[in-house]
């Protein structure tokens, strides 16, 4: 058996869908277009991750021939509502990269120990255009919501690459748009419409993208009052694109089997519990389900005061209040945001007993907008 199919059967025997090979080259068109949208993108083209860097693959890996790219099905059984409407589908499956000693971690270390084991060097943590890569690669094709699509799973796909130091044989790119004729379901869906023209999705405006607005990824934690309110629920991820997806509604309306693991958090996760959360939440809950991109508690707690606002839920101010006394002034001040969204005299008093003793600058301009647009009302107590 040639090199080539060896790898193939062994990434099919291991877990993933998919399999492709391309040659080892640059990305000018990543690059280009990266740079073309630099205001939507400088975020990333300035992270630690050196995007750019592809427009040099060899410096980063003299020896690199071909990219191996795989896909991982991450839908393959169900996902509780209850955990849905908070957190993406790709972070429920644990599928994100998650670290080693977890499975869908342990199956590219697989891979990366099958390759050295056949003779091949293999590049380490290089970050690469995964869409762009399995394109080219020819088993994935676009969505307009710009995620990709692999042929009979949908977009619910992770795709991870593997660089080696051997020529192998390569695939055809597909590289096409897999949407019906004028269907633009996603971009009606997006409730910030991130997605501005088909293909197109700019990332300041994306949900997704401001869950994970963190100091250590983006240098920067501050959510727009416009965003958070169309945040909804969410706290780690958004999937509205691809749920309404037309190409997905197969997969989403099939009967698949339960995820225990899933279920049993499902049954004591609470967004309350996330805002005013304890040490061993966090390592029980928090942490085993939601390892990446988010690293410090207090992002997860922001999320959570803001999607409690976004409840309206009078019911929630005990637990915001607490949140007002929490060392963390980021979590201080999103939870007076949320008490104003709230209303009512009881988030108002909260608001103003807070003030007089908060210290932070940040929180007391958020707690002073709070006062200054809350809704008290009668009924309300
Ligand atoms: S992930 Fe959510 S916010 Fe982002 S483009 Fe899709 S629907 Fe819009
Ligand atoms: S919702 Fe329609 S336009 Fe958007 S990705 Fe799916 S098929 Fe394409």
Not at 148 to 166: N, P
Not at 203 to 230: D, M
Not at 233 to 244: A, H, L, M, P, W
Not at 323 to 338: C, I, N, Q, S
Request: a neutral charge; one cysteine or more.
């Amino acid at each position: 058996m040639s090199l080539t199919s060896q790898i193939k059967e062994y990434a099919l025997n291991i877990g993933y869908s998919k399999i492709g090979i391309i040659p080892a080259e640059d990305f000018p068109e990543y690059i280009e277009d990266l740079t073309k949208r630099s205001d939507m993108y400088g975020f990333y083209v300035k992270s630690p991750n050196r995007p750019l860097a592809v427009a040099d693959l060899k410096s980063l890996m003299p020896t690199a021939k071909s990219i191996i790219t795989t896909v991982y099905d991450y839908a393959q059984k169900g996902f509780p509502k209850e955990l849905t409407n908070k957190i993406g589908r790709v972070y429920q499956a644990r599928s994100y990269d998650p670290p080693s000693e977890y499975i869908n971690g342990a199956r590219p270390e697989l891979m990366r120990t099958f390759l050295r084991k056949l003779g091949c060097e293999v590049g380490e943590n290089i970050i690469l255009p995964e869409r762009l890569v399995a394109a080219k690669a020819g088993i994935t094709n676009y969505g307009r919501n710009s995620f990709a699509y692999a042929e009979g799973i949908g977009s619910f796909i992770y795709l991870k690459s593997f660089i080696v130091d051997k020529e192998l044989e390569y695939d055809n790119p597909t590289m096409k748009e897999v949407c019906p004729e004028g269907c633009s379901a996603c971009m009606k869906a997006c409730p910030t419409k991130a997605i501005y023209e088909p293909h197109k999705i700019n990332p300041p405006r994306c949900i997704a993208f401001n869950t994970f607005l963190t100091q250590e990824r983006i240098a920067g934690s501050y959510i727009q009052p416009e965003i958070r309110e169309k945040m909804g629920t969410k706290i780690q991820g958004c999937d509205i694109c691809q749920e309404v997806c037309p190409l997905n509604q197969e997969r989403l309306k099939s009967k698949l089997p339960d995820d225990e693991y899933l279920v049993k958090v499902a049954r004591d996760f609470s967004l309350s519990q996330v805002l005013n959360m304890t040490d061993n939440f966090y390592e029980t809950r928090v942490q085993p389900l939601l390892f990446n991109y988010i690293k410090e508690r207090k992002y997860f707690q922001r999320n959570a005061a803001i999607a409690l606002g976004n409840q309206g839920d009078p019911a929630f101010v005990p637990n915001l209040a607490i949140a007002m006394d929490d060392p963390e002034e980021l979590v201080r001040g999103y939870a007076a945001w949320a008490l104003g969204k709230i209303g009512g005299r009881s988030a108002s008093q909260v608001l103003v007993d807070n003030l007089s003793k908060e210290t932070s600058e940040s929180v007391k301009t958020e707690i002073r907008q709070a006062l200054a647009t809350i809704k008290i009302s009668d009924e309300q107590n």
